[in-house]
């Protein structure tokens, strides 16, 4: 039988809050266009209207870019109304945006010099992006490109999982710091002290977001313990594990169809994650995850020893019966995807 304090909390659970999807929206163009909003409060040299766009480009791809930290963190507040799926699907599209952005950013400087002059164009050019005073900004664009490249390419290229995402990061941190100082240096508009404070904000958010990450959950990857039970095999290449809480260690509060990220033993940080639906019902003590062999880490799943430490982080998703008011539930799965249907229907 279920434990009542187990399902009396697992009834009223109380998830985390999240914003409508309008106001992500809203508040993801907010972030973008600020930066333009405070240059066209600033009162400069006057420029050529090439020379406006490129500055105007720069600043909103910067902006883009430092928002992107936020957007692949899976912030429930951000993630909660949409759902991780589409927020990771509009992170890597706006990562395609962000890099043209910045390839065309320096290329619209020169068009005024290009019509007058061709060879003096790209002698210009080619001066943006050798020059010591630019070194930043070049820099910036060469980690974006390797960075956007890679994460397109990381499922044929021959790289573990885990080191495809510690590159992933180093990547990005080395893109938005060398592209925030490039601004605070070199660019016109990042001169002035509103616009120079905007960016040193938006660093230390960049900042904030990786503390969070790699430090602040890999702290309560630690601080709560759980086990791993058993591991049974289910169907071909398709594993059950059975992860139980030790002593101390709350359950888990979370809605039936959620998902959590899993790291075991000594790799339990935070860049050795797998996300794992939940095939089980709240009521009962422990998760059971159904894991299929497909990569790295999960052709190895049926080996891991009873009592095998587990980090477990979540609950992520929205894949769940709150707020359905119909009189039926038709669900429909096909090989793993079984996963969260199975803890709908344990929990029904």
């Known amino acids: 039988m279920p434990d009542i304090g187990t399902d009396q909390g697992a009834r009223g659970a109380r998830q985390s809050p999240h914003l409508p999807p309008v106001a992500v929206a809203g508040l ?58 589409r927020v990771m699907a509009f992170h890597k599209t706006a990562a395609w945006w962000v890099l043209l952005v910045a390839l065309i950013h320096p290329v619209i400087y020169i068009v005024p010099t290009y019509i007058a002059n061709p060879a003096l164009a790209i002698e210009r050019l080619w001066a943006y992006h050798t020059l010591p005073h630019y070194r ?20 044929h290229l021959p790289l573990p999982y885990e080191l495809w995402r510690a590159t992933h990061i180093v990547l990005a941190l080395v893109a938005t710091g060398a592209g925030l100082h490039h601004a605070v240096t070199v660019g016109r508009f990042s001169a002035s002290a509103t616009l120079s404070g905007f960016w040193w904000v938006m660093g230390a958010l960049v ?3 990786v503390l969070v990450l790699y430090g602040w959950r890999w702290a309560r990857l630690h601080s709560r313990q759980w086990r791993l039970a058993s591991v049974t ?45 939940i095939a089980d019902s709240p009521t009962r003590q422990g998760l059971s995850l159904i894991v299929k062999e497909a990569g790295d880490f999960t052709n190895r799943v049926g080996t891991l ?44």
């Open 136 to 155: 930043s900004g070049v820099i910036a664009l060469f980690a974006l490109g390797l960075l956007v490249s890679v994460a397109s390419l990381h499922r």
């Open 305 to 348: 020893a009873k009592g095998t430490p587990i980090g477990i982080d979540g609950p992520y998703g929205n894949f769940t019966l709150k707020g359905h008011g119909g009189d039926a539930v038709l669900l429909i799965a096909g090989g793993v995807g079984i996963a969260p249907v199975m803890g709908i229907l344990r929990d029904l």
């Open 28 to 85: 993801y163009l907010a972030v973008c266009l600020a930066p333009l909003v405070l240059a066209y409060l600033q009162s400069v040299a006057p420029m050529v209207a090439w020379g406006m766009a490129a500055a105007g480009l720069g600043l909103v791809g910067l902006a883009a870019m430092t928002a992107q930290f936020v957007t692949s963190g899976r912030f429930q507040i951000i993630s909660g109304g949409l759902g991780i799926d």
């Open 233 to 277: 095999k289910v169907a071909d290449r398709l594993w059950e594990l059975d992860i139980q809480p030790l002593p101390g260690t709350r359950p888990l509060v979370y809605r039936a169809g959620q998902f959590v990220w899993l790291t075991e033993g000594a790799r339990r940080f935070p860049l050795f994650d797998h996300p794992f639906s």
């Open 207 to 209: 900042a904030g977001v």
